[in-house]
DNA sequence: CTGAAAGCGCTTACAG
DNA sequence: CTGAAAGCGCTTACAG
C-alpha cells in the first residue's frame, strides 16, 4: 500500500509536504505541488481515513438509523435526501436499517460509537413518537419525535397538510366530502381529523361527522383496507359523498377497487383525493390520483444538516408542509 | 475519550491485557478479566473502529455501491439481504447510492478507497449488463453482470424463471396465453420470451406467435405502458386469450384497468400472471396479484458472501431463480 | 499468563 | 515555503 512517505521518497520532498498538498494547503511551490501531484496521479493514491480519523480526532461520520425505512419506497427519499447533504458536506453518513429495540439497533449504535460518528438521524418509515433515551451519540429524530421532547425533531406537519388539501378540495365546489382516516393511534390520524374539519369550518362547511376510519389492523398487527365494507353505505345515502379523501395512497387504491365494484368511475362519478403521491401507485393508478405529497427528499437533507450543525441550534421540532401533486382523481 | 491506556491504567494492568480481554484472547486470568470488563462496561467503552482498522492493516468494510437501486422497493432487498449478511460475517458495510457514470459514482470509489474496502458490490435496479473497467477494489456484480466477464455476478435466471411459471399456467390448463413483455432491450425480454415459448413447446403448444411488447418509451426514455392499447385488438380476436402474462407488476396494473376497461373480470374472465412481486402492489391489486417473485433478499446475502471470500472463489456468473406466490388473478 | 516496545499512516504543533 | 518530531489508539511481534 502506497503512503505518503512513499510519496515523500519519490518526489525528493518531506512527507509534511506531501501531507499539505493534499490537504490543499496554499504554502507550497507551485513546482513542488505540481511534482507531488503528478506522482499521485500516477500512483492513483489516496489518503487512508482510517489514519486521518485517528491523527485528527474528527470522523466526519453521520450515522443514519432507519427503522424499516428502507422499506417503503417513499421513506426511501430521506434516506437519499441525507445521503446528498452528507456529500455536500463533505461528511459521511453510514447507514444502518434495523428494527426498533432489537439486536440489530444495539449493532447499530455501537458501530457508530466505534466509527465515533459526530452525530446520528433515527428515522422511521411514517410519522410516530419514539422513546430514545440511552443514546451516547447525539441525535436528529427525522418523521418521529420524542414525547419528552429535547430531542431535535423534523416531522411532517399533518395538520396543515390535511387542512390545505381540504382547502383545494372545497375551493373546487366539491361539498359533502368524506375522510377515510388512517387508525387514530397513528400520529398523522387525529391531526389530519382537525385539518380536515377546520378547514371545512372556515369555509361555513360542518365536516365534523365526515370522519371515518378505514383501516383496521390483523390479529398480527397488518393494516387491513376496508374501503369496500364502508363505501357501499356510504355511497348509497341520499346526501351521497362527492370525494373520498383517503388517509394514504394504499387505502385509495383500495377506494379505486371499492367504486369499480359499485359501478363510479374515479373521476367523473366521484373525486378522491390522499396523502402520500407514493410512488409507483399514485401515477399508476386510473385516473392518476391526486395526493399530497411529503417532501421525504427535502426532510432527509434537512436532518442532516441539522445532525452536522447539531450543537449550534438549540433542539426543536420542525414541521414541514408538502406540495400538492394534481392528476386526475378530481 | 477513554482508550485502552486509561482502562490499564485503572485497572493497575497493562495496555496489552486490555486489548487481550476486548478481543476475546482466552490467555486472560479470570479475576484480571472480570475486573477490566467490569470497567469497560462502566465506562461505557468501545475500541475506536479507527485505530483498529489503522494498526491491523484491516478495514472490515465491504462497499456496497446502487445504481439508483434504493428508488424501487423490490430491490431495497438486495441491500437489506448483504446488510444482514455483512452483519452475520462481522463486516461492516458502507452504501452509496449513484447514478451510473456520474460524479457521484467517483465519489463512491474514493470513499470506499480511502476506507480501504475490501471489497464491492455493485447493484442494479433491474438485470442488465454494464461496463465495468477502471476500478481497483475488487467487485462483485448484483443484478447485472459485465459483457466481458472474468466478474462475479449474481442475477436472476430470467429464461428459468418465465418456463416455469408458464408450465404452471399451462397445467393449469389455460391453453391460449399471451406474453406482453418488456422491450426488447431489456436483457431480461428475450430470455423471458424463450422460457414462455420453449414451455409452450414442451406442452405441444406454439406460443411463437403469442409475444408482444407491451412496454415503449417516451422521449425522456421513461417507460410507457400500453397494454390499454394492445388489449383492445387481441380481446376481440375469436379465439380470445384467456391469460395475459405480464412483464412486470407495474404492468400488470396496466392490464388490470385495460381489462376493467373492456368490461372484462381479472380471475374470472381471463387470468393475469406477471413477473415481482412488487410491493405493496401485487398485494393491493383485486384480485391479489399471482406472480413469480425474484429473490432479492437472498441475492443480496449472496452477493455480501461472495464478496467476502472473493478470492476464494473463481469469477463466475450464478444465475437464481424465482419462487412463484400464489394470488387469485389466475 | 503478562507486558514493554514498535509502528500502522497520517496530522498537529512547532521550529526554522 | 519546508521539515523533523511527536503522537492519535490501537495491534503485532517478541520476550519473558
Redesign the interface.
Known sequence: ?ITQREIARRARTSLKTVSRVINRDPLVNAETRARIEAIIGEL?Y??????R??RS?K?NVIGFISDRV????SS?EL??GA?DAA?KAGK?M????VERNSE?ER?AE??L????AEAVIYATPYHQSVDRTAT?IPCVLLNCFDAVGGYHAIVPDDYRLAYELTSIILDRSYRRPVFLNLPEDIVAAPLRARGFVEAGAARGLDLSGAVHTAVVRDSAGAPVFIADHILPGLMAAAARPDLILCGQD?LA??VY?AL?DLGLKVGQDVGVASFDNL???AK?L?PGLSTMALPYYEMGAAAMFAAIELDTHPPGIVRVSGRFVERASF
Open positions: 500500500m492513483g489516496t489518503p487512508s481515513q482510517a489514519a480519523m485517528m480526532q470522523s428502507a422499506t417503503t419506497s426511501i434516506i437519499r445521503q456529500w459521511q453510514m447507514l444502518f436499517n440489530t449493532h455501537e458501530q460509537a466505534a466509527f465515533r451516547r394504499m387504491m383500495n377497487f369499480a410512488h409507483p401507485i399508476m386510473q
